[in-house]
């Protein structure tokens, strides 16, 4: 481990100040934040009282040299970067080298501390600041951290924690994505005596997302790796079927620091666009590592946000590659017939408490994997000056992806489809090899003219149909305000409209996709919706908002469908990139596997 030095004026003036402990959750943080830094293979937290009572973080780590403790316990005083310069090239996640000296001073401290080449430890307290004692105790290698009573002797600060159940809450969240990002260290997590999460450190992440939330996001994750400008993403994303009602599901790391970023949330839900719900949003964990060079970790105190350099080159990334990966993954909704007690995921084995272990050899531990920019190794941070790569290649994104099982729904496949008749006027059932489809037609008529009205619409070949006779509508102020402000828009859609007389327009044309049916009213609702919900003068939103009204429009009319035209609507489908929902989200069709029926027909066991 480099020595611990104070930073000078210069370097700390370039740091984001403010307030680093408001909470437990930041001793909690920056205690987790400094054992991942010392290397530690094994870490148990624990709390009491929410942590307001009580903090515990004992790792595994370097330790600190006997004759340091006190010096970490200055303000700027770091061993991880020694100059501003090293601010651009932060590979630990500390850097500000304040936590210890704040943390010492809202609550009472007690740190028990050895290295792996000193005979003892050392064993220091410090109360709100004052030094209490400094001795020399026998100790296993590693850091043993104890924060009790935070703000004890400012009990105005006190009063603007919350109970100790919410505080102990944030603390549990941050503590379970750490356990899941860093799954090359085993975490141990006690609330109240009680343990609440244990993971082994055998550097399965899809495992410790099985422990934090369960079989049936654990079951529904498909992953891939993509890396290029200067970024690499490990991504865990799981079928829109898992889809949530809140972003809490969507998961953020960026060079090992758990984050909340806009950017990155809306480049997740726009890939899942296509498969979900309005208000439903998808369980995905983005695991990112990018150049130190192209952003800036710099911009907030606790470090829960970030500034990126190339903020849209992020967003495609992103977005891209979690589409590719959406896309090329077979989603039909498969129908549960049975409850499927031989498919569990084994819940993987409990470890005891880790320091109680040997230390683990590093090397037998460490995730080879290099998404983990800093070495977790205890040599001085590299200092990395130079421009960061930028990758040459022309094509950056797609390449990475290494295509998954083959899908089924392609046009190719359409011969080995058998069409063998419908149900309750809705659902067509087909067989392909040992699987039964149930397609449901209105579904499936809207999706392929909602697909077909989008190309059309991009081709820029939108069919226009006019209206015998024209229709006239009449409108308040401020459908007249969205009329004109979205005038082109609505012609490069199909629309041919123009004032008429008082508050009246005259409708001559509209897109063929409306067809015959009450095109006042859609027209109408149209306009409601877009003064209503939407800010903005992107056409493809107001395109993909009519597209689904007049579709909808199209297939009113439950109309029965032939053998033959159920047919034709069925090879469309499998031509389009999404088939398996409608606009609006729905499944188009689900699948029952010829085992889950004889299942059900006790034919097997
Ligand atoms: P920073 O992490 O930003 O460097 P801190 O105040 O958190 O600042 O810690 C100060 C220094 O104390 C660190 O740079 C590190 O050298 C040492 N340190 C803190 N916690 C540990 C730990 N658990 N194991 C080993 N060294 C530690
Ligand atoms: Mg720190």
Redesign the pocket.
């Given at each position: 481990?480099?020595?611990?030095r104070l930073l000078d004026e210069a370097t700390v003036n370039k740091i984001a100040a403010g307030e680093v402990i408001e909470r437990p959750l930041s001793i909690v943080k920056?205690?987790v934040?400094?054992?991942v830094?010392?290397?530690?293979s094994a870490l148990t937290i624990e709390i009491r009282g929410g942590g307001i009572d009580f903090v515990r973080?004992t790792?595994n780590?370097?330790?600190?040299a006997g004759d340091?403790v006190k010096?970490?316990?200055l303000s700027h005083?770091?061993?991880?970067?020694r100059k501003a310069e090293d601010l651009f090239a932060v590979r630990?996640?500390?850097?500000?080298?304040?936590?210890?000296?704040?943390?010492a001073a809202v609550c009472q401290v007690e740190?028990v501390?050895k290295?792996g080449d000193a005979l003892t430890g050392v064993r220091y307290r410090i109360d709100g600041g004052a030094e209490l004692s400094f001795e020399e105790v026998g100790a296993p290698d590693?850091?043993t951290?104890i924060a009790r009573n935070l703000f004890f002797h400012t009990p105005a600060r006190r009063k603007f924690l919350k109970t100790p159940a919410t505080e102990a809450g944030y603390i549990t969240e941050f503590v379970q994505m750490m356990a899941i990002h860093y799954s090359d260290i085993s975490f141990k997590y006690i609330v109240n005596n009680q343990t609440r999460l244990v993971t082994t450190g055998n550097g399965d992440r899809k495992e410790n997302i099985y422990k934090v939330y369960g079989r049936e996001i654990a079951e529904n994750i498909l992953e891939a790796e993509a890396d290029g400008l200067g970024m690499r993403a490990r991504i865990y994303a799981a079928k829109p079927v898992v889809a949530r009602s809140s972003r809490e599901y969507e998961i953020f790391f960026v060079n090992g620091h758990y984050i909340k970023d806009r950017i990155l949330e809306k480049s997740l839900e726009e890939a899942y666009k296509p498969y979900l719900m309005q208000h439903r949003f998808p369980f995905a964990m983005l695991v990112l590592t990018i150049d130190p060079g192209l952003l800036d970790v710099n911009v907030h105190p606790r470090k829960t946000e970030m500034k990126f350099v190339e903020g849209a080159a992020l967003f495609e990334f992103v977005r891209s590659n979690v589409e590719a990966l959406l896309k090329n993954t077979e989603l039909i909704n498969r129908a549960e017939l049975t409850e499927r007690a031989e498919e569990h995921y084994v819940p993987p084995r409990d470890t005891p408490e880790p320091f109680e272990e040997k230390r683990r050899e590093s090397s037998e531990v460490r995730e080879e994997s290099s998404e983990t920019l800093f070495e977790k190794q205890t040599a001085p941070p590299v200092l990395n000056l130079s421009p960061p790569e930028v990758s040459e290649d022309p094509e950056p994104y797609g390449k990475q992806l290494d295509l998954f099982a083959e899908k089924i729904i392609q046009p190719a496949n359409k011969p080995c489809f058998r069409l063998v008749g419908q149900v309750f006027g809705t659902y067509w059932i087909l067989e392909y090899q040992n699987r039964m489809l149930m397609v449901d037609q209105h579904a499936a008529h809207e999706k392929v003219l909602y697909e077909r009205f989008v190309k059309q619409y991009r081709e820029k070949s939108v069919v226009s149909q006019y209206v015998n006779p024209p229709l006239i509508i009449t409108v308040n102020g401020r459908q007249e305000q969205t009329i004109t402000r979205y005038a082109e828009a609505f012609a490069s859609l199909g629309f041919e409209l123009e004032h008429f007389e008082g508050n009246d327009y005259i409708i001559r044309a509209v897109p063929s996709g409306f067809m015959q049916l009450e095109q006042k009213e859609i027209f109408l609702s149209l306009l409601d919706e877009l003064e209503e919900g939407m800010k903005t003068e992107d056409v493809s939103l107001i395109r993909d908002r009519l597209a689904q009204m007049s579709c909808k429009a199209a297939v009113k009319g439950n109309t029965p469908l032939s053998a033959l035209e159920a047919d034709h609507l069925f090879s469309e489908l499998l031509g389009l990139e999404n088939p398996y929902n409608c606009p609006h989200g729905r499944p188009t069709m689900i699948e029952f596997t010829e085992r889950e029926l004889e299942k059900k027909f006790k034919r097997i066991v």
């Amino acid at each position: 481990m480099e020595p611990i030095r104070l930073l000078d004026e210069a370097t700390v003036n370039k740091i984001a100040a403010g307030e680093v402990i408001e909470r437990p959750l930041s001793i909690v943080k920056e205690l987790v934040e400094n054992a991942v830094d010392a290397g530690a293979s094994a870490l148990t937290i624990e709390i009491r009282g929410g942590g307001i009572d009580f903090v515990r973080v004992t790792d595994n780590g370097a330790g600190i040299a006997g004759d340091q403790v006190k010096d970490a316990f200055l303000s700027h005083a770091t061993s991880k970067i020694r100059k501003a310069e090293d601010l651009f090239a932060v590979r630990s996640l500390g850097f500000r080298g304040e936590a210890l000296s704040s943390i010492a001073a809202v609550c009472q401290v007690e740190i028990v501390t050895k290295t792996g080449d000193a005979l003892t430890g050392v064993r220091y307290r410090i109360d709100g600041g004052a030094e209490l004692s400094f001795e020399e105790v026998g100790a296993p290698d590693g850091t043993t951290f104890i924060a009790r009573n935070l703000f004890f002797h400012t009990p105005a600060r006190r009063k603007f924690l919350k109970t100790p159940a919410t505080e102990a809450g944030y603390i549990t969240e941050f503590v379970q994505m750490m356990a899941i990002h860093y799954s090359d260290i085993s975490f141990k997590y006690i609330v109240n005596n009680q343990t609440r999460l244990v993971t082994t450190g055998n550097g399965d992440r899809k495992e410790n997302i099985y422990k934090v939330y369960g079989r049936e996001i654990a079951e529904n994750i498909l992953e891939a790796e993509a890396d290029g400008l200067g970024m690499r993403a490990r991504i865990y994303a799981a079928k829109p079927v898992v889809a949530r009602s809140s972003r809490e599901y969507e998961i953020f790391f960026v060079n090992g620091h758990y984050i909340k970023d806009r950017i990155l949330e809306k480049s997740l839900e726009e890939a899942y666009k296509p498969y979900l719900m309005q208000h439903r949003f998808p369980f995905a964990m983005l695991v990112l590592t990018i150049d130190p060079g192209l952003l800036d970790v710099n911009v907030h105190p606790r470090k829960t946000e970030m500034k990126f350099v190339e903020g849209a080159a992020l967003f495609e990334f992103v977005r891209s590659n979690v589409e590719a990966l959406l896309k090329n993954t077979e989603l039909i909704n498969r129908a549960e017939l049975t409850e499927r007690a031989e498919e569990h995921y084994v819940p993987p084995r409990d470890t005891p408490e880790p320091f109680e272990e040997k230390r683990r050899e590093s090397s037998e531990v460490r995730e080879e994997s290099s998404e983990t920019l800093f070495e977790k190794q205890t040599a001085p941070p590299v200092l990395n000056l130079s421009p960061p790569e930028v990758s040459e290649d022309p094509e950056p994104y797609g390449k990475q992806l290494d295509l998954f099982a083959e899908k089924i729904i392609q046009p190719a496949n359409k011969p080995c489809f058998r069409l063998v008749g419908q149900v309750f006027g809705t659902y067509w059932i087909l067989e392909y090899q040992n699987r039964m489809l149930m397609v449901d037609q209105h579904a499936a008529h809207e999706k392929v003219l909602y697909e077909r009205f989008v190309k059309q619409y991009r081709e820029k070949s939108v069919v226009s149909q006019y209206v015998n006779p024209p229709l006239i509508i009449t409108v308040n102020g401020r459908q007249e305000q969205t009329i004109t402000r979205y005038a082109e828009a609505f012609a490069s859609l199909g629309f041919e409209l123009e004032h008429f007389e008082g508050n009246d327009y005259i409708i001559r044309a509209v897109p063929s996709g409306f067809m015959q049916l009450e095109q006042k009213e859609i027209f109408l609702s149209l306009l409601d919706e877009l003064e209503e919900g939407m800010k903005t003068e992107d056409v493809s939103l107001i395109r993909d908002r009519l597209a689904q009204m007049s579709c909808k429009a199209a297939v009113k009319g439950n109309t029965p469908l032939s053998a033959l035209e159920a047919d034709h609507l069925f090879s469309e489908l499998l031509g389009l990139e999404n088939p398996y929902n409608c606009p609006h989200g729905r499944p188009t069709m689900i699948e029952f596997t010829e085992r889950e029926l004889e299942k059900k027909f006790k034919r097997i066991v």
